[in-house]
C-alpha cells in the first residue's frame, strides 16, 4: 500500500525560511511526478511545486523563485525548500505523487508564517 508521509512544517517568522520532506512507502520504482499542493484557509488548493524522475520541475505562481522542489529517487521522496516565506504562504501543504495511474495525497503539515 502506498503511503505519502510529511515532516517539517510549523511556524516560521516572514522573511524565513523552512524545508519541508515527505517519504513515499510501500513504492518499488519511483513515483514518476512528486511534489506539494497546498490550501490556504478559506481557499481551494493550488499547485506549489512539482518534480518529475527527469528532473523537469514545474512551481505555481506565487511560489516562483522562492520555493524549490528537489528529490532523492534512491529514498523515494521529496523536498519542499521554502525560502522568503509571507504570511500569504500560511497553509496546510499536501506532499502528492503519482504513479501507475494514480495519484497519492499526504495527510498534509501545517506551514504558518507569521508577520
Known amino acids: 500500500q502506498v503511503q505519502l508521509v510529511e515532516s517539517g512544517g510549523g511556524w516560521v517568522q516572514a522573511g524565513g525560511s523552512l524545508r519541508l520532506s515527505c517519504e513515499a512507502t510501500?513504492?518499488?520504482?519511483?513515483?514518476?511526478?512528486m511534489g506539494w499542493y497546498r490550501r490556504a484557509p478559506g481557499k481551494q488548493r493550488e499547485l506549489v511545486g512539482l518534480?518529475?524522475?527527469?528532473?523537469?520541475?514545474t512551481y505555481g505562481d506565487p511560489v516562483k523563485g522562492r520555493f524549490t522542489v528537489s528529490r532523492d529517487g534512491a529514498k523515494h521522496t521529496v523536498y519542499l525548500e521554502m525560502n522568503n516565506l509571507k504570511p500569504e504562504d500560511t497553509a496546510l501543504y499536501y506532499c502528492?505523487?503519482?504513479?501507475?495511474?494514480?495519484?497519492?495525497w499526504g495527510p498534509g503539515t501545517q506551514v504558518t508564517v507569521s508577520s
Open positions: 510501500g513504492v518499488i520504482f519511483s513515483m514518476s511526478v
Open positions: 518534480a518529475t524522475t527527469r528532473g523537469t520541475t
Open positions: 502528492y505523487g503519482y504513479t501507475d495511474d494514480e495519484p497519492y
